[in-house]
């Protein structure tokens, strides 16, 4: 990875006033923290919605549920990729989800595939009063009718770009890199 | 992006020519899908499509009933043959009842069958990916790896730990399976039985031979005791049943020398007061039915893992063939 290839967007400081302002908008549209939960979409969304959590408990003084989800067993591509994925582990909050209004919390939101697994997926654990969307990135390029209730920030990406969130638990660091795609991977 | 790069084959017909990084990949995917029998719906779409036949050559109540379970929670279609009952009973071959099964289009065959080399035989033949449920005295690899993933979970790992295998290993496919993986993954293991039971050259696997049981609770962390079929007593294996219970029995007086916790597994099923007593089988230590619980993950987890789409059209396939 050369430096050229590699331009950050958003530093510690601005994911963490985007994180503050997602976490006001979030418990103004639900008017309040009543039956609020978080689910982060595995990996890096898990870490997003503890910070959102921590964020809504500092401001509201309530204690937030929370959990994750692992999408990859209701992905739609898992025919053309192989070796199959590792899995990783998924565990909602044990009161169950039936008439909570819960958010999916991930990174980035692109094509959309994802967060139709994750709504999947959620909807095997019961019936939600309300789900929200909730991503730090909103990149465009959407692929289903899915948009984004909450955004950290639009971030326009070319053709040969993609976007990376970093989390310190896995990258070491919190931020967000604009990252251009060598010649033989684009 | 290359968490796995591991290609684990089309079929799982044995342990033997696993690597352990193999193994352990069956064991993490099988963790992560433990949990998947907990959910409200216990189900999952990963497998929606895929026509799975359990074609069984022998009688089985468990192993076929958890591969129906891992089937039908991954959402696959499945089918069951017992031999009794089909054309196989007519004397169609083996061969030709799976080239059968695959005209109709077919995905994976799980085979149990009382001749020793019959997944790896079927394996070569057909197209669909071959699952070994126990193949004469040769392997049973899903129990090998529902052991492994339990001995994991209670002692948090596999390698150093001394693993005594009891009874009879002169016919057990679980024996081989159990040895192979678990030498694979560093574990230290023995085996303890009668030496009608005991296959000629076993200590050239690398394993140690122990002659009394007494010997085996001293030197074990664990001990996978093995069901004495009732059919070796009248092939004149051992003299009688009371008499192999009096000698390899496992029981609570014996484990009451053990200088640690010893935990019990056993594959099922159980002839209690033959080489396990009640009070042990039911006891604490015992983990034969967290063993059942653990068997539809791992075969959840095997299902999954060999299921895989078509790796050609995929990057990390094109990497892993460079490798």
Redesign the interface.
């Known amino acids: 990875m050369h430096d050229l290839n590699r331009v950050p967007i958003m530093d510690e400081r601005a994911v963490l006033r985007a994180v503050g302002r997602m976490a006001r908008e979030l418990v103004e549209r639900n008017a309040g923290t009543d039956d609020l939960i978080m689910v982060g979409v595995q990996r890096r969304g898990s870490q997003l919605a503890e910070l959102l959590v921590r964020e809504i408990e500092k401001a509201e003084g309530d204690r937030i549920a929370s959990g994750h989800l692992?999408i990859?067993?209701?992905r739609d591509d898992?025919?053309?990729?192989?070796?199959?994925?590792?899995?990783?582990?998924?565990?909602l909050p044990a009161g169950?989800i039936d008439d909570k209004a819960v958010v999916i919390v991930d990174d980035v939101l692109y094509t959309g595939r994802t967060v139709r697994a994750a709504l999947?997926?959620l909807m095997?654990?019961?019936r939600p009063s309300r789900i929200y969307l909730c991503v730090l990135v909103d990149r465009g390029g959407r692929e289903l009718p899915i948009q984004p209730d909450v955004v950290g920030r639009h971030v326009e990406v070319m053709g040969d770009q993609t976007v990376e969130v970093l989390v310190p638990e896995l990258d070491g660091r919190l931020g967000v890199d604009l990252v251009t795609l060598p010649k033989e991977a684009a | 992006m290359t968490q796995r790069a591991l290609a684990l084959g089309k079929d799982l017909v044995g342990l033997e020519h696993l690597s352990a990084e193999q193994i352990q990949v069956f064991l993490d995917t099988a963790e992560a899908f433990k949990e998947i029998s907990e959910r409200p719906i216990k189900k999952v779409p990963v497998l929606r499509g895929k026509t799975i036949v359990n074609l069984f050559f022998e009688p089985s109540t468990r192993t076929r009933i958890s591969f129906e379970f891992a089937e039908k929670r991954l959402s696959a279609d499945t089918v069951n043959i017992a031999t009794t009952a089909s054309s196989v009973a007519k004397g169609e071959t083996l061969v030709d009842t799976a080239r059968n099964l695959e005209a109709m289009r077919i995905d994976m065959v799980v085979v149990r069958h009382w001749a020793s080399g019959a997944a790896k035989f079927l394996a070569e033949r057909i197209r669909s990916n071959v699952i070994n449920a126990g193949d004469g005295a040769h392997e049973h690899p899903t129990q090998g790896l529902l052991d492994l993933l339990t001995i994991r979970d209670h002692r948090g790992r596999v390698a150093g730990l001394n693993v005594c295998i009891v009874g009879d290993i002169l016919h057990s496919r679980v024996a081989r399976s159990n040895i192979w993986g678990l030498l694979k993954l560093g574990a230290n293991v023995a085996v303890c039985s009668p030496k009608t039971l005991l296959p000629p050259g076993i200590a050239d696997l690398g394993v140690t031979v122990l002659r009394r049981i007494e010997e085996a609770i001293e030197w074990a962390d664990v001990l996978n005791v093995l069901r004495l079929q009732l059919e070796r007593m009248q092939a004149g294996y051992v003299p009688s049943l009371r008499e192999y219970n009096r000698v390899f029995g496992v029981s609570k007086v014996r484990l009451a020398r053990a200088q640690r916790e010893i935990l019990i597994l056993h594959p099922g099923p159980m002839n209690r007061g033959v080489e396990i007593d009640s009070d042990v089988a039911d006891g604490p230590h015992s983990m034969i039915l967290a063993q059942v619980t653990n068997g539809v993950a791992v075969r959840m987890a095997v299902l999954y893992l060999l299921a895989g789409g078509e790796p050609e059209k995929a990057e990390a396939a094109k990497t892993a063939e460079g490798a």
């Open positions: 692992d990859t067993l209701y898992l025919r053309a990729i192989g070796p199959r994925p590792v899995i990783g582990t998924t565990k169950g999947n997926e095997d654990f019961g």
